[in-house]
């Protein structure tokens, strides 16, 4: 019988090579920042850790491609390493700890094995089929993740991301009339609304303006922990930018809010 174990366990020294470069330079004096033409920053850090985790898996899985944020594609293969060396760098350049490396395994096209490491909160959080959905803290002990029951939308807890985006995408006014109708409303940001949602703290995450390698390693995690990962108009594709997440039991109707509300 197949396993993913080997992948996981690389996928996870991954992170502990990210996380060996990313954590000294937080906060760092001499962090070098720079804009890209997308007008998003970009710091050394960024850059040091997707170099070094590419060199990583030349050396480890030389027929394996790779997807990087920073560089690019390189190979051409049905298994693809997909990466965002630093997603939250924003935070990453404002002190804020919010911030992580992620880091997955793409086979077929699907996203299969992650893992999302964030040193600077002491947490890391991964997933493969047979194997579930994980966290650990450098405080606490591991244990195995679940989304929560939560199936009523007057009851549920919803996270997003940016209102200036979903006011660029005219989905502004659907998302403050969602809001009246959910129990609670944060905005937790990046990875973190989606761990928070595969933790069971959270029950829906959306999110606009997104790229495959800020999506690719929180579907394992998410769908291994019971919920639901999609496009906000469809299934979910390298090309996807719009993103929900739910706990699976409020998709449906959560899709049906941001579509038809005004």
């Not at 893992?115 to 002990?141: C, E, N, Q």
């Not at 809001?179 to 829906?204: H, I, Q």
């Not at 039991?249 to 809010?257: D, K, M, N, V, Y």
């Amino acid at each position: 019988m197949f396993t993913f174990d080997q992948d996981l366990a690389l996928a996870l020294e991954l992170a502990d090579t990210a996380d060996q470069i990313s954590l000294p330079r937080f906060r760092a004096l001499d962090l070098n920042i720079e804009t890209k033409p997308d007008l998003s920053p970009v710091t050394d850090a960024d850059k040091s850790v997707e170099q070094a985790l590419a060199s990583l898996l030349a050396s480890k899985r030389p027929e394996d491609a790779i997807l990087g944020e920073e560089f690019g594609s390189s190979g051409q293969s049905s298994r693809k390493w997909i990466i965002d060396p630093i997603d939250g760098t924003a935070n990453f350049v404002r002190g804020v700890p919010v911030w992580a490396t992620l880091i997955a395994l793409s086979i077929d096209g699907k996203p299969t094995v992650s893992v999302v490491s964030a040193p600077a909160m002491g947490s890391r959080w991964w997933a493969a089929p047979g194997i579930g959905s994980h966290t650990k803290s450098t405080t606490g002990s591991e244990r195995k993740l679940s989304v929560s029951k939560v199936a009523n939308l007057q009851d549920c807890s919803l996270s997003y991301n940016n209102l200036q985006l979903w006011q660029k995408t005219k989905f502004l006014p659907r998302l403050l009339a969602l809001s009246e109708k959910v129990w609670r409303t944060r905005a937790y940001g990046d990875f973190w609304s989606y761990m928070l949602l595969a933790e069971g703290s959270v029950d829906v995450v959306a999110e606009h303006d997104l790229k495959i390698y800020d999506i690719a390693a929180l579907v394992p995690i998410i769908e291994q922990a019971g919920g639901s990962i999609s496009d906000l108009q469809g299934p979910l594709t390298e090309q996807s930018s719009s993103v929900l997440a739910t706990n699976s039991l409020l998709h449906s109707t959560i899709r049906e809010q941001l579509r038809s509300a005004s």
